[in-house]
């Protein structure tokens, strides 16, 4: 049979057709790929290596000779064959070769089901990522690298380090992984009650760190990105969904938090004809499936209740108040207190508020902390005192480091002051 015969025609794709086709592609061939010839191989670099060098000869070929009828499978192939290659050159041992010889040999094959080996791979890369035992800078670096294919070059701007700097940490990331001998699996029974918060941690991170007023909004992509996969691969834990959850409602907002101008809206002045209701709608069906009182599931009921309201004057106030009493008692923590302070002050009066948050700010926990002085702000100014609440406006600004928040914070005083 000849080749014609075997495989379907392909024609030419016009450059920018073919490079939207390979970026679409590597969305989930590139972690499929990384995990899957980790798992094989062991090396970290090679199997990265390998992905990224399937990625190139696409980008090289596909414009002459088409895209083919299952990207992936021709990624996977291509890798594969790389890996080959590389490792008869270093002559490694045969059980390696002729393993890698059972992936996915032919591009003209379907693309796979998500069988237990691809979910056992990807779900193996992510946890080894998160191991405890790196550093959470390296965990979330290494994630985005290796887990979202995230080029280090974008990495290093995201986290404000050198190009040099981050291939560093990388390298310093996979070598700890190597000399510790961290086992590339999924835990089980006890060891994954333990081990799961710890990766959903990374993920929260990542989520902040591009939700705040000057964060990269890339990062609240990816952790969105990831906790959707972990979601699928994990459906039957409670936290994830919730994770997801509380991620999609925060994110459908993220259009309309700043005006024409570029000024941070608090939530309430927010236009909600703009938020992502098919966001906001991917939430609701995700908290549907939370079964346990986690700290993530409190966290995302807090937010559904913001998300679902149709109007600020519509939100659910004492709901919100009693899921921050359960948060404060389950996971306490000075955003936590300011917080439940803020629900109560909404939901009961600014005077039940500030009773609370001159509570928290007796330990000494909350000096310096420049969201406790313009939430007393707020609480003030609902009191009535215009005058004392511009003032401890201006304290807040002159605390904050970012200039979106300073700006804001700013304006806020100017509307009081007499």
């Known amino acids: 049979m000849s080749t014609s015969q075997r495989r379907p025609m392909r024609t030419q794709a016009p450059a920018g057709v073919a490079a939207e086709a390979v970026a679409a592609a590597s969305v989930e061939a590139y972690p499929r790929i990384v995990a899957t010839l980790i798992r094989v191989t062991g090396d970290w670099a090679l199997a990265e290596d390998c992905a990224q060098e399937s990625l190139t000869v696409a980008l090289e070929r596909w414009p002459a000779d088409g895209v083919p009828a299952n990207p992936g499978g021709w990624l996977m192939t291509v890798a594969r064959n790389r890996a080959i290659d590389v490792l008869r050159r270093e002559t490694m041992e045969r059980r390696k070769l002729h393993d890698l010889a059972l992936l996915t040999p032919d591009d003209a094959q379907p693309e796979p089901e998500v069988g237990q080996d691809v979910v056992d791979d990807r779900l193996r890369l992510i946890f080894t990522c998160c191991h405890p035992a790196l550093a959470i800078d390296a965990r979330v670096a290494l994630t985005l690298r290796t887990v979202c294919g995230v080029p280090t070059a974008d990495i290093a701007r ?36 333990e081990r799961l918060p710890g990766v959903l941690a990374v993920l929260y991170l990542l989520f902040t760190r591009g939700y705040v007023a000057d964060g990269e909004p890339a990062f609240a992509d990816e952790a969105v990105r990831l906790a959707r996969l972990l979601d699928r691969l994990m459906p039957e834990q409670s936290e994830v969904a919730a994770l997801l959850a509380l991620f999609l409602f925060q994110h459908s907002r993220r259009d309309a938090r700043r005006d024409a101008a570029g000024t941070l809206l608090t939530l309430q002045r927010q236009d909600r004809d703009r938020w992502d209701r098919a966001a906001i709608a991917e939430g609701l069906a995700a908290l549907d499936r939370v079964r346990h009182d986690g700290p993530y599931a409190w966290q995302a009921r807090i937010a559904a209740c913001h998300a679902t309201a149709v109007s600020a004057d519509d939100t659910d106030w004492p709901t919100i108040a009693r899921a921050y009493d359960a948060l404060a008692d389950i996971r306490p923590s000075p955003v936590i207190a300011v917080n439940r302070a803020v629900a109560h002050g909404y939901a009961y009066g600014p005077d039940a508020g500030l009773v609370l948050l001159d509570a928290a700010r007796a330990g000494g926990g909350l000096d310096g902390y420049p969201l406790a002085v313009a939430v007393e702000a707020d609480l003030v100014a609902r009191e009535g005192d215009r005058t004392r609440a511009a003032t401890l406006f201006r304290e807040a600004a002159a605390m904050v480091g970012s200039a979106v928040e300073r700006r804001a914070l700013l304006d806020r005083a100017a509307e009081l002051a007499p």
Do not use: F
């Open 158 to 193: 995201l986290l404000l380090v050198s190009e040099s700097t981050m291939t560093r940490r990388l390298t310093r990331a996979r070598t700890r992984i190597a000399q510790a001998g961290i086992p590339y699996r999924v835990p089980s029974g006890p060891a994954l009650t």
